[in-house]
C-alpha cells in the first residue's frame, strides 16, 4: 500500500473539505440568480440588497446580530446532538420552553426589587434549566427505553407551541395587544444593550463565549470525547467502556440547555415579553446550518453567520426587487441542497477510494443458521 | 484476461495481470489478502469495471460491464459471505429474479428445471425450508444452485471454505469435481495452500496486484506458493509451537460457571458453559459461525448481561459489572468485527487508540492532548501501525493497520489496568499474513507473560497452530475441551458439526 506524504492528506482534510462547499455556494448562487431572473428581478440588485441591508448600516448590523444570536445556539444545539448520533428536532421546543422558563421567574422576581445584575443571570439560568428539562424528556425515554428521540422531540415541539399560545393569550395575556403577547418582563429582566442605539443585544456575546465552551467541552474534555465516541461508533464505545445511556441522557439534555438559553435571551433581550412565534422556525433552520457546516463548530458558526445575513436581508428584497421576504427561505434551502449534493458526490469518491482496504460488505456475515 | 488493470484512487489493485483459465478445470487462484485476487474476479465477474482489461471468452473477445453482462457471457460468482434472503426458501432464493408471470408468482412451475440442475451437479439440498435454518455448507450450495441455475458455465468461488468445518469442506470439493466432470469451469479463490494442493488442477498465484506465476499441480509444492505468495521467505515470524508455559495449579484468571446468555429470539445462545483460563494459557474456541462462540465473548467483556451463571477474574466476581468496572478489573477486549464494534470512524488514530483508556490514562475530566498523542506515537512505533501521522482518521489506515490498532489498544489496557485476561474475537479475520502474524505474536507474547487469552476464531487452522488447548461449541454449549495431545481436526469439526456420538462421548 503507497502511502502519501504526511501533511498532503491533513491538508486535504483542512482545505479540500471547505473548497467542496465553497464549490456549492457558487452553485447555489448561479441557481439562486437564475430563480431572481424568472422572477424578472436584477439579480446584481438583489444580491446588493441582501448584502447591504444585513451590513451597510449600524441598524442592519445590529438587526444581523440579533439574529445570529438565536441561530447561533440553535444550531449548536442540533450539531451537539449531532455529534453524539442523535437528532434533536425539537429546538423550537426547548426555546419556547426557555423563553417560558425566563418570562416566568421574570414575572416571579417582579417586585422584589432584585438589581438587574440578579435579573439577568436568574432569567437565563431558568431559561437553561427549562430548555434543558425539554431536552432531558427524549433523553431520557431514548436512554432507558430506546424510543426514538426524532419523534418525541417533534412532539414536545406541539406541546412547547400549544403551552406557550395558553400562558400568552391566558393567565399571561396583555389585554392591549390583542394578541397571544404576554405582558412585558420587568426592566431589571431585561439584557443590557450592546448597540443601544441601533437596537443590538449583548445576548451575541453570550452566544459566541457558549459556542466557545461547546467547543472546549468536545474538543478537550473526556466527556466530549465520549460524546464523540458515542456518536462515531455506539457499540465500539460501548466496548470501550462509554455508559451509552449516559450519554445520551446528558447529550440531549445539554442540547435543550443551549435552545434553552437562546429562547431565554429572545425574551430578556429582543422581545422583552413571551409571545407566539418568538420563534419562527429558529429550529428547522439550525437543522440546516448544522448540515451546512458539516457538524464542525467553526463550519456551524461560519454558516449561522451566513444563514443570519441572507434572512435580515430577504427581508429587504420585497422593497428593491419585489421578490417575496420568503425568497430568503428558496435560497437558503437552494444552498443546502447544492451541499448535500456535492458532499454525496464526494462522499462515493471517498467511498471507491477505502474500497480495496476491507472487503465491500462491512458487515458481519448473516445470521448463522441454528437447525 | 489480458493487462487488466484497476486503481481504487491512490491504491493499484491490479497492475496489468494475465490470466488465462482452461475450460473445464479447477482453476486455484491463490495469494495473500490484498493480492488482487477477488478484485480480479470482481471484473471478470462483472461487479468491478477495470481501468484497462482484455477479455475473451473461448477466443471471442467480450466486454463485460455488469453482473448481467457476465451471466450473459455464462461467467457467475459465489462470495465469501452467502447473499442470500434469510427468510426466503432455497428455491425463492434460486429462482429469485426468474419467478416467471407478470404479476403473480409462479415458482412451482420452475421447480423441475432447478431440481433437474442440482441433480445433474449433485446439489441435493432442501428446497422449501427457510434457508435462515441451514448451515452454512447448505447455504453455500443453494448460492451455487443460484448461479448454476442461471447457466454458468464459469463459476467463481470467493474463498468458499472460510465458513465451513472441515466435513463441509470435503462435501463441497467433491461438488466441485461433479461440476467439472459434467463440463463446468471452475475458479477458486483461496488462501488456504492446501486446499489449492489437494484440489486444483492448475494454480495462479498472485502477489501485489501481478501473477507471480500460473503453474500445473504437478509443479507445485508448499514451499514454492508460500515464497510465490509473500514475494520473500517469512523470517523468523513462525509461530509453529504454543506457548505452554502453563503455571500448574495456579489459581485461575478467568472462570465461567454455569454460563446463560440468553439473545435476541434463541432462548440461550449460549447454555450453562463452563470453562476456566489459568495464567500462561492460549486457549481457543472453535465452532461454525453462530453456535454461541460471538455471545459468548460479548457476555465475558459486559456487553450481553448473563442470564445465570457466573464470570469471575483472578478470583473476583465481574458477573453484574459494567464494561468499564471489568477493564478496570483486566478484562479486556478484541472486538469481533473491527469495523463494527471496534473501530470509530471519522476519530483520529490517537482518539481511537485512547477509547476504554480515556478513564484510566488522564487524570482529571480534561482530554490530554498531549499525553493522548506522546502514548499515540509510541504505540504506532512499538505495533509498525502504517499511519501517515496519528492525528489522521483511523478509518484511512488499510484494515491490517486498523486491526494492528484494535489489538494495540486492548495491549495498551491491558498494560495499564494490570489486565491479565484478553478475549480476542476473530483477530485475524480478513489481514494479510504478514498482520495475521503480527497480531498472533502479540497474543502468544500475551500469554508467555503470564496472561491469559481466550481466541475466539472460525478458523481451525489457526486455532490447531496456536492453541494450548480448544474449546469447542455447537448450539451453545461446550461440547468438547481438548488439550493440545488430543488435536485432530476431523475430531474437532465433527464436534463442531454437532455429530451426535462425539458429543455424548465428550459431554
Not at chain 1, 43 to 67: D, E, P
Not at chain 2, 443 to 467: K, M, N, R, T
Request: glycine share 12%; aromatic share 6%; proline share 4%.
Amino acid at each position: 500500500m503507497r502511502m502519501k506524504a504526511p501533511m498532503a492528506p491533513v491538508l486535504r482534510r483542512v482545505f479540500g473539505g471547505s473548497l467542496v462547499y465553497v464549490g456549492a455556494i457558487a452553485v447555489a448562487a448561479a441557481v439562486s440568480a437564475s430563480f431572481i431572473v424568472a422572477m424578472h428581478g436584477d439579480v446584481l440588485v438583489a444580491f446588493r440588497t441582501i448584502v447591504i441591508s444585513s451590513l451597510g448600516s449600524f441598524s442592519g448590523i445590529a438587526q444581523t446580530l440579533n439574529k445570529i444570536c438565536p441561530l447561533l445556539l440553535g444550531s449548536f444545539a442540533v450539531m451537539l446532538g449531532m455529534r453524539g448520533g442523535f437528532v434533536n428536532i425539537g429546538v423550537d421546543g426547548q426555546i419556547y420552553l426557555g423563553a417560558i422558563a425566563a418570562t416566568g421567574i421574570g414575572f416571579a422576581l417582579a417586585d422584589t426589587g432584585l438589581p438587574a445584575a440578579v435579573m439577568v443571570p436568574a432569567l437565563l439560568l431558568a431559561g437553561t434549566l427549562g430548555g434543558a428539562a425539554f431536552g432531558a424528556i427524549p433523553g431520557a425515554l431514548r436512554a432507558c427505553w430506546g424510543v426514538n428521540e426524532i419523534f418525541v422531540t417533534v412532539m414536545l415541539n406541539f406541546v412547547a407551541y400549544y403551552l406557550t399560545e395558553y400562558l400568552s393569550s391566558g393567565p399571561w395575556n396583555d389585554p392591549v395587544s390583542g394578541e397571544a403577547i404576554s405582558v412585558p418582563i420587568p426592566d431589571e429582566a431585561t439584557l443590557p444593550m450592546l448597540m443601544p442605539r441601533a437596537g443590538a443585544h449583548s445576548g451575541i456575546l453570550l452566544a459566541v463565549l457558549v459556542a466557545i465552551l461547546v467547543w472546549w467541552l468536545l474538543s478537550h474534555t473526556v466527556f466530549g470525547y465520549e460524546i464523540r465516541a458515542v456518536g462515531a461508533n455506539p457499540r465500539a464505545a460501548r466496548a470501550g467502556g462509554i455508559s451509552i445511556p449516559w450519554i445520551t441522557f446528558m447529550t440531549l439534555s445539554l442540547s435543550g440547555a443551549l435552545a434553552g438559553l437562546a429562547g431565554a435571551i429572545e425574551v430578556s433581550g429582543y422581545h422583552n415579553r413571551l409571545i407566539l412565534g418568538l420563534t419562527p422556525g429558529y429550529g428547522v433552520i439550525a437543522i440546516l446550518i448544522a448540515f451546512l457546516g458539516g457538524k464542525s463548530v467553526g463550519g456551524v458558526a461560519v454558516a449561522a453567520i451566513l444563514v443570519s445575513i441572507l434572512m435580515v436581508g430577504a427581508d429587504s428584497l420585497q422593497r428593491s426587487v419585489g421578490l417575496p421576504a420568503s425568497a430568503g427561505f428558496v435560497f437558503q434551502a437552494i444552498v443546502v441542497l447544492c451541499v448535500l449534493l456535492v458532499e454525496a458526490h464526494s462522499a462515493r469518491r471517498r467511498g471507491s477510494r477505502t474500497m480495496p482496504h476491507e472487503s465491500p460488505r462491512l458487515k458481519s456475515p448473516p445470521s448463522p443458521p441454528r437447525g | 484476461m489480458r493487462g487488466v488493470a484497476k486503481r481504487f484512487g491512490d491504491v493499484t489493485a491490479l497492475r496489468g495481470v494475465d490470466f488465462t483459465v482452461a475450460g473445464g478445470e479447477i482453476h486455484g487462484l491463490l495469494g495473500e489478502n490484498g493480492a488482487g485476487k477477488t478484485t480480479l474476479m470482481n471484473v471478470l465477474s462483472g461487479l468491478y469495471r477495470a481501468d484497462r482489461a482484455e477479455i475473451a471468452i473461448d477466443g471471442r473477445p467480450v466486454v463485460i460491464r455488469s453482473p448481467a453482462d457476465a451471466l450473459a457471457h455464462r461467467i457467475g460468482m459465489v462470495h465469501q459471505h452467502v447473499e442470500l434472503i434469510a427468510s426466503f426458501t432455497a428455491l425463492e432464493n434460486v429462482l429469485l429474479g426468474r419467478e416467471g408471470g407478470r404479476w403473480q408468482l409462479h415458482l412451482d412451475r420452475h421447480r423441475h428445471s432447478v431440481e433437474a440442475v442440482a441433480r445433474r451437479f449433485g446439489l441435493a439440498v432442501p428446497l422449501d425450508v427457510p434457508v435462515r435454518t441451514l448451515a452454512a455448507g447448505v447455504q453455500q450450495k443453494i448460492e451455487i444452485l443460484k448461479a448454476l441455475y442461471r447457466g454458468v458455465e464459469i463459476l467463481i468461488l470467493d474463498e468458499p471454505t472460510t465458513m465451513l468445518t472441515p466435513q463441509e469442506v470435503d462435501v463441497l470439493f467433491a461438488t466441485i469435481r461433479t461440476m467439472t466432470a459434467e463440463g463446468l469451469t471452475v475458479i477458486f479463490i483461496t488462501h488456504k495452500i492446501r486446499e489449492i494442493l489437494a484440489n486444483c488442477d492448475r494454480i495462479t498465484v498472485m502477489q501485489a496486484g501481478v501473477v507471480a506465476a500460473t503453474l500445473d499441480r504437478a509443479a507445485a509444492d508448499e514451499a514454492i506458493l508460500v515464497e510465490m505468495m509473500i514475494g520473500q521467505r517469512p523470517s523468523g515470524m513462525s509461530i509453529g509451537t504454543p506457548a505452554g508455559a502453563r503455571v500448574a495449579g495456579a489459581a485461575p484468571l478467568l472462570e465461567v460457571r454455569e454460563l446463560v446468555v440468553e439473545a435476541d429470539q434463541v432462548a440461550r445462545a449460549v447454555d450453562r458453559c463452563s470453562f476456566a483460563l489459568a495464567g500462561g494459557e492460549l486457549v481457543g474456541l472453535a465452532g461454525v459461525a453462530g453456535n454461541g462462540q460471538r455471545e459468548l465473548a460479548e457476555a465475558l467483556v459486559g456487553l450481553l448481561p448473563a442470564a445465570e451463571g457466573s464470570i469471575a477474574v483472578a478470583g473476583s466476581e465481574v458477573t453484574r459489572a459494567s464494561v468499564r468496572e471489568r477493564l478496570a478489573a483486566g478484562l479486556v477486549h478484541i472486538a469481533e468485527d473491527r469495523i463494527e464494534g471496534g473501530v470509530l470512524p471519522g476519530l483520529s488514530v490517537t482518539e481511537n487508540l485512547m477509547l476504554g483508556l480515556h478513564r484510566l490514562a488522564f487524570r482529571g475530566r480534561l482530554y490530554d492532548r498531549r499525553a493522548a498523542g506522546d502514548l499515540a506515537r509510541r504505540v504506532v512505533a512499538e505495533y509498525a501501525v502504517v499511519a501517515p501521522h496519528e492525528d489522521m482518521p483511523a478509518t484511512s489506515l488499510s484494515g491490517g493497520n486498523i486491526q494492528k490498532l484494535m489489538v494495540a489498544r486492548a495491549m495498551m489496557l491491558a498494560e495499564i489496568t494490570g489486565g491479565r485476561v484478553v478475549v480476542a474475537a476473530n483477530p485475524t479475520r480478513g489481514l494479510d499474513v504478514r498482520a495475521t502474524e503480527f497480531v498472533r505474536s502479540r497474543l502468544v507474547d500475551f500469554v508467555q507473560h503470564d496472561g491469559a487469552v481466550l481466541l475466539v476464531s472460525e478458523d481451525l487452522d489457526e486455532l490447531l497452530q496456536l492453541c494450548d488447548r480448544i474449546l469447542v461449541m455447537y448450539r451453545g454449549r461446550i461440547v468438547g475441551d481438548l488439550p493440545r495431545p488430543e488435536f485432530d481436526a476431523y475430531r474437532i469439526g465433527a464436534l463442531m458439526a454437532g455429530t451426535r456420538d462425539e458429543v455424548q462421548a465428550c459431554a
